[in-house]
């Protein structure tokens, strides 16, 4: 399998979006000044003193864990796509796109916010589903998707979701094996 800490030149690396991780680090930067404030200022009347350290406590260390994965994911790509294969680095899967029949796109919708926040699917359907049917078993059976594997890049921005979704099409119309 490729190292995804050094890509290659040919590869097209999908990366997380600086925004999104930005976003995930002040969600977790709340979490950190609130359990600060927990610790520091006097509890509510109906609180008593143990309950107000350990509410502090927690909400701390979910802070300093969202932190943590936020500056773990920026650092990480969350896809590789080279000529003859892509790698979803996430769950550790290379799949030669020879394998793929079509590639179709989920796009966000709705709102600044709701679009900004969406989940971005791109939707794979295979030669040979029944090859990667335990990968997205819990989706099928939830009715979720119909696709034959999904990779989630909802990090990413729309524009690198999109040029995934081209580069994966365009390599599929050549017919690269």
């Not at 976003?23 to 709340?30: P, T």
């Not at 610790?39 to 509410?55: D, E, N, Q, T, V």
């Not at 966000?108 to 794979?124: V, Y």
């Not at 979720?144 to 365009?170: K, N, W, Y």
Request: proline share 7%.
């Amino acid at each position: 399998m490729a190292d995804d800490k050094a890509p290659v030149q040919d590869a097209l690396v999908i990366r997380g979006a600086p925004g999104k991780h930005a976003l995930l680090a002040l969600g977790s930067l709340a979490f950190v000044a609130v359990g600060v404030l927990m610790l520091i200022l006097p509890p509510p009347a109906y609180w008593s003193a143990g309950k107000a350290i350990l509410g502090g406590v927690l909400a701390l260390l979910c802070g300093l864990t969202g932190l943590g994965t936020a500056a773990y994911a920026a650092t990480r790509p969350l896809l590789l796509l080279y000529p003859d294969r892509l790698v979803d680095v996430r769950r550790r899967l290379l799949l030669p796109l020879s394998e793929i029949r079509e590639v179709v796109v989920i796009p966000p919708t709705g709102g600044f916010l709701t679009r900004w926040l969406s989940p971005q699917w791109l939707l794979l359907y295979m030669h040979d589903p029944g090859k990667y049917a335990a990968l997205e078993r819990l989706n099928k059976c939830g009715g979720l998707i119909d696709a034959d594997l999904t990779l989630d890049l909802s990090l990413a921005s729309a524009v690198d979701c999109a040029r995934a979704r081209q580069f994966i099409a365009d390599h599929l119309a050549v017919g690269v094996t």
